[in-house]
């Protein structure tokens, strides 16, 4: 019997590829593509029994496994992925290994593998037997234990996703070898647990008085799924059922959020069963798991996770830790409907490699968006689409840091770089715009052809590509490559003459790739023509893959008072008015009764800002005249968001300190005065974010006492944190005291997050140093309490003394991408660089980027913040000397 803790290396053997015959002495760590191209090419039939025990307070986990393969004649030795992510902390090994019933004393561990050789193989099925063991810990791990601080309850959850499955147990650990799970777990009786499937067998055994006896929990066998897809969930939780539900939908919450959930139970369940039932009809397939469940983990890592016939979701994206505004309902009804529609997008049909993220990630943002029309039609989805979705994607198909929507990925261990505003923002916006020029019936039946045809398989975009061929009846390969393989966005500007009769004598579009790389778009649009007197007219314009598009259905009509080339956002891009049409705009917007409209002039004005075409002083102007009389939730948001980032970071002191008191007053009055509670809300955050004045942070500390309130706002302990920590990011004397007060009173897990993210905001070089540390030192601290305290710590009002940090945050980066979750260095780049604003930070970041060598997917993101640090200091370069008067210039 072989018995090996991985805590040496046994072997050293140099990565080498895979020779003729299949075999490779050394494969290189991760998942190399070639791995798993041979694999997939020789190994079918996959299965997985697990039996894993999972102990009250324990460091690990420990378990036995047997793997069902079948090999054909070529496939060579077997090769498992065994990753162990810290090696000192001795919590992984594998040992006991047996193979078709023989003692495999002389498999090999091998740069993040288990090597099996040949000779204990045979053609047809084989049977590998082992046991193991694998961390479990607050942090880092892909098996995290949360510990309740209220009332001392443990949970134990999975997160496998892109590759770490392979860090809890041996398995071929790529998306295109599906496999079927069978599920034992030993764990304490008053544990309640959840996996893809439901329990089939509950039993205890007996064992003496004062023992830990654990339950055992077997569940069903899965259909076949990618070890990503894989989960389970355990810990004293408690279980509301949806009775309405045909999916056996059931919600397990931790109990001491139990009241928090009743009172969203409802909603909850009604947009999950809602959703599920407009999948099954869009996509001609019934849900196609044995049920649906939804987890909500606290301090989760991502907003959820699609795991097949179970998701996780992040708790305070459920169950608002403040009051809700319409924002935060349609944020939340965007994640359980992205999330469910993974299980046709992504479960049942799976990319086959990573490189393909976007099929899965952009078809759910996408068609979260399809069902949230359908289940909430009030809400208009599309314009909140316009909103949550495509800013992000401008932000960064803007910048040298972006990627095509395809990405080559060589290597799993890689797979997070093809995580962010490109796959998520971007790929949902193409599918929009593929919808509207191919038609939606044609759309939606190419859509229902790929989930027939790779039902519980894997597809490439290629399938998707000639699915849309094959029900529109048009040749794709060219839109294709332009929207899949080109990166970055065309810039769009429309071009228009009258003659001496006011009727439209030419009209022309051209498109400019943003990054000078001779991309061009082929585009369907609906272009706008408006008049102060008469109703709009809109034509539909399909923008060819060249430079200039005449347009001669607008030839002959009336000259337009002004002209909005993306009309109803179909279109992908960066839109820009006119300079008649903007300095138009600017005078009529509030007249714009349409609130899509409306919602994109505002867009498209500051796409203007970005584009240092239009000052962000004059943004503010103007929010300040037409705020007072928006009605519309989502947009008053959007616009104050703006307003804020144009105030804190765009503004130069002086600006700042001329607009403070009447847009601190606005605010306030809109705080307590405005129609609606949900505006109260909105404004209520606005109002924290830009109090720079003595009177504005007496208003803050009147709020924290109750001395003020906001009418039909219940202040929480997310909003009294929230309160505190805008006091000591302006430095308030008072600001110490409260939150030591604030941190005395409240005592829960949320709340000792909130009081470690408000202490990161402390103006002190020691408290900077000390957070600094404890970033890289502490290793029991939560991801989630980096993150949380990474912004305030970097508040732009504390660039000078947050500056000497950007240089060691940078260089910490590979160390950050190979330990932390996806997105975690893409919020670290966002904090550290997004916190400063002045050309002496971007040439840190410059300097960085020559004297590094970086691998390319961290060379782009940095790319990709440091844009925004450049454009920072552009805008300010052009626009921080102009004084505001109250009055805004004649557009430029």
């Given amino acids: 019997m072989l018995r090996t803790l991985l805590l040496t290396p046994l072997f050293i053997f140099m990565a080498g590829t895979l020779h003729a015959a299949g075999q490779t002495d050394a494969p290189a760590p991760g998942v190399p593509r070639e791995l798993a191209r041979w694999r997939a090419a020789h190994y079918r039939d996959v299965r997985y029994a697990l039996n894993i025990y999972l102990a009250p307070d324990a460091d690990r986990l420990r378990g036995t496994e047997e793997i069902r393969v079948t090999l054909d004649a070529a496939a060579g030795a077997l090769v498992l992925d065994w990753r162990v992510v810290n090696p000192q902390a001795q919590t992984a090994s594998v040992r006991d290994i047996v193979v078709n019933q023989r003692p495999a004393a002389d498999a090999r561990f091998v740069n993040e593998h288990i090597v099996i050789p040949q000779s204990y193989l045979v053609a047809g099925e084989n049977v590998v037997k082992l046991a193991f063991e694998s961390p479990v810990s607050a942090a880092g791990s892909a098996v995290t234990r949360y510990r309740d601080g209220t009332d001392g309850r443990e949970y134990i959850y999975t997160l496998f996703v892109p590759s770490d499955a392979s860090t809890a147990f041996p398995c071929f650990d790529q998306p295109d070898l599906k496999a079927r799970f069978q599920l034992t777990l030993g764990m304490p009786n008053a544990w309640r647990a959840v996996s893809n499937t439901s329990a089939e067998l509950v039993f205890e055994a007996e064992c003496a008085a004062g023992r830990y006896c654990p339950q055992q929990v077997q569940f069903r066998e899965t259909q076949p799924l990618s070890t990503y897809q894989f989960a389970f969930a355990a810990g004293e939780f408690a279980q509301f059922n949806d009775d309405a539900s045909p999916y056996g939908t059931r919600l397990f919450v931790r109990q001491s959020q139990v009241e928090r959930a009743r009172k969203e139970l409802s909603e909850v369940f009604r947009l999950n069963r809602e959703g599920l039932n407009f999948y099954g009809r869009y996509f001609a397939r019934p849900f196609p798991f044995p049920k649906y469940d939804l987890v909500l983990v606290p301090e989760f890592a991502y907003g959820g996770m699609e795991h097949a016939g179970a998701t996780f979701l992040r708790e305070d994206g459920v169950l608002f830790p403040s009051d809700p505004t319409a924002s935060d309902r349609a944020a939340r009804a965007e994640l359980m409907l992205h999330e469910a529609a993974h299980q046709w997008f992504g479960d049942l049909v799976t990319m086959r490699w990573f490189d393909d993220l976007w099929l899965k990630e952009g078809f759910a943002t996408f068609m979260a968006y399809k069902a949230l029309e359908v289940v909430s039609p009030q809400t208009n989805a599309w314009k909140i689409f316009y909103q949550r979705t495509k800013p992000a994607a401008y932000v960064t198909d803007v910048t040298k840091g972006t990627t095509p929507i395809f990405q080559e990925i060589p290597n799993l261990s890689a797979a997070k770089s093809a995580y962010g505003n490109i796959v998520y923002r971007k790929a949902p916006s193409m599918l929009r715009q593929a919808e509207f020029y191919l038609g939606a019936d044609k759309f939606q039946h190419a859509v229902q052809l790929v989930v027939r045809e790779h039902a519980f398989g894997n597809a490439e975009w290629a399938d998707l590509v000639h699915a849309f061929e094959r029900t529109s009846g048009q040749r794709l390969d060219a839109w294709a490559d332009a929207w899949v393989r080109r990166r970055g966005l065309p810039d769009v500007r429309v071009a228009w003459r009258a003659d001496g009769r006011g009727r439209v004598r030419s009209f022309t579009l051209t498109q400019r790739d943003v990054l000078d790389e001779g991309g061009l778009w082929p585009m369907r649009l609906k272009v706008l023509l408006a008049y102060a007197d008469a109703p709009p007219e809109t034509l539909t314009v399909k923008l060819n893959a060249a430079p200039t598009t005449d347009v001669p259905e607008a030839v002959g009509r009336r000259a337009p008072d002004w002209v909005f080339v993306n009309a109803e956002d179909y279109g992908y891009g960066q839109f820009l008015l006119d300079a008649q049409s903007r300095q138009r705009v600017i005078a009529q917007l509030g007249d714009v009764r349409d609130n899509f409209l409306r919602a994109l002039l505002w867009g498209a004005l500051w796409d203007g800002v970005r584009a240092v075409e239009f000052a962000p002083v004059d ?149 900077k140093e000390k957070y600094f540390n404890a970033y890289f030192s502490d290793r029991e601290l939560a991801e989630s309490w980096i993150e949380a305290s990474a912004g305030p710590f970097n508040a732009p009002q504390q660039a000078e003394l947050t500056l000497p940090y950007l240089a060691p945050a940078l260089r910490a980066l590979p160390e950050l991408k190979r330990t932390r979750k996806i997105f975690f260095v893409n919020n670290w780049l966002g904090a550290f660089v997004g916190g400063q604003c002045n050309a002496q930070a971007a040439a840190v970041v410059q300097d960085f980027l020559r004297g590094t060598q970086l691998d390319r997917d961290l060379r782009l993101k940095v790319l990709e913040v440091a844009d925004g640090l450049e454009r920072c200091v552009r805008i300010r370069a052009r626009f921080a000397a102009e004084q505001t008067t109250g009055t805004m210039r004649p557009a430029s």
């Fill in 619 to 767: 943004y503010i102007e103007l929010a300040l005249r037409l705020l007072p009389a928006e009605r519309d939730e989502v947009i008053a948001q959007s616009i104050l968001g703006r307003v804020q980032t144009a105030f804190n970071r765009y503004l130069s002191p002086a600006q700042a300190r001329a607009v403070a008191p009447r847009l601190e007053a606005l605010l306030a009055a809109q705080m307590t005065q405005a129609e609606t509670p949900g505006l109260r809300i909105t404004y209520f955050r606005a109002f924290q974010s830009v109090a720079t004045t003595d009177a504005a942070r007496a208003k803050l500390k009147q709020l924290l006492s109750g001395e003020l309130k906001v009418p039909g706002m219940t202040l929480r302990t997310r909003d009294r944190f929230d309160l505190i920590t805008a006091l000591t990011v302006r430095d308030d004397p008072d600001a110490p005291a409260l939150l030591a007060r604030l941190a005395a009173e409240e005592r829960t897990d949320d709340a000792r997050r909130y009081t470690y993210a408000a202490g990161a905001a402390r103006a002190a070089a020691a408290v």
